[in-house]
T-cell receptor, first 116, second 114 residues
Framework: GESVGLHLPTLSVQEGDNSIINCAYS??????FIWYKQESGKGPQFIID?????DKRQGQRVTVLLNKTVKHLSLQIAATQPGDSAVYFC???????????????FGQGTILTVHP | ETGVTQTPRHLVMGMTNKKSLKCEQH?????MYWYKQSAKKPLELMFV???????ENNSVPSRFSPECPNSSHLFLHLHTLQPEDSALYLC?????????????FGSGTRLTVV
């Protein structure tokens, strides 16, 4: 079936470094992608999103890159801080119809640990 | 707070018990969802409600019974659960179904079945 998956389950960085979290997706009908951050004891929180007609979107310290050719999504966090330590999920929504219509499908998650 | 409130935060129940999880949102959203989050697994969609009507049951066992009395409230009734049902149960809402809107999640109910 269609899935959204992550290349690396864990990532450890030093405070101040830039972090890159990757995600691969298989549904070619995916047209909206979201990155979520989940801290311990909390639900996933929205970080940034991107639509399929874009290849880059920037937020505050975060950038999402979308490569539709290879179905790859990445989240870049600049000047990573200890408060960024969490599990990061990519997710996608397809509006192409069928059983996946309108449903948010999640990847497995990457654990980001930031060392002071 | 995200605007989606889940209670209780933690629940321990025996396999013969009956309990209910509650989710409430006052964001004016029309769609609500139940997700199950188990260790080392992606979030699994369980149920979808849109304008109080169930639009999706993702092959969930009948020991999980959802209820949506209005667009602001969603319940998950539990009975005769198994230990493997222990997980974090997340509720989410979105403005509408099928559009490119992100979801707002609650903090979840950590369920332990003993």
């Amino acid at each position: 079936g269609e899935s959204v998956g992550l290349h690396l389950p864990t990532l450890s960085v030093q405070e101040g470094d830039n972090s890159i979290i990757n995600c691969a997706y298989s549904n070619s009908a995916s047209d909206y992608f979201i990155w979520y951050k989940q801290e311990s004891g909390k639900g996933p929180q929205f970080i940034i999103d991107i639509r399929s007609n874009m290849d880059k979107r920037q937020g505050q310290r975060v950038t999402v890159l979308l490569n539709k050719t290879v179905k790859h999504l990445s989240l870049q966090i600049a000047a990573t801080q200890p408060g960024d330590s969490a599990v990061y999920f990519c997710a996608e929504i397809s509006n192409a119809g069928g059983t996946s219509y309108g449903k948010l499908t999640f990847g497995q998650g990457t654990i980001l640990t930031v060392h002071p | 707070e995200t605007g989606v409130t889940q209670t209780p935060r933690h629940l321990v129940m025996g396999m013969t018990n009956k309990k209910s999880l509650k989710c409430e949102q006052h964001l004016g959203h029309n769609a609500m969802y139940w997700y199950k989050q188990s260790a080392k697994k992606p979030l699994e969609l369980m149920f979808v409600y849109n304008f109080k009507e169930q639009t999706e049951n993702n092959s969930v066992p009948s020991r999980f019974s959802p209820e949506c009395p209005n667009s602001s409230h969603l319940f998950l009734h539990l009975h005769t659960l198994q230990p493997e049902d222990s997980a974090l149960y997340l509720c989410a809402s979105s403005q509408d179904l099928g559009l490119s809107y992100g979801y707002t999640f609650g903090s979840g109910t950590r369920l332990t079945v003993v």
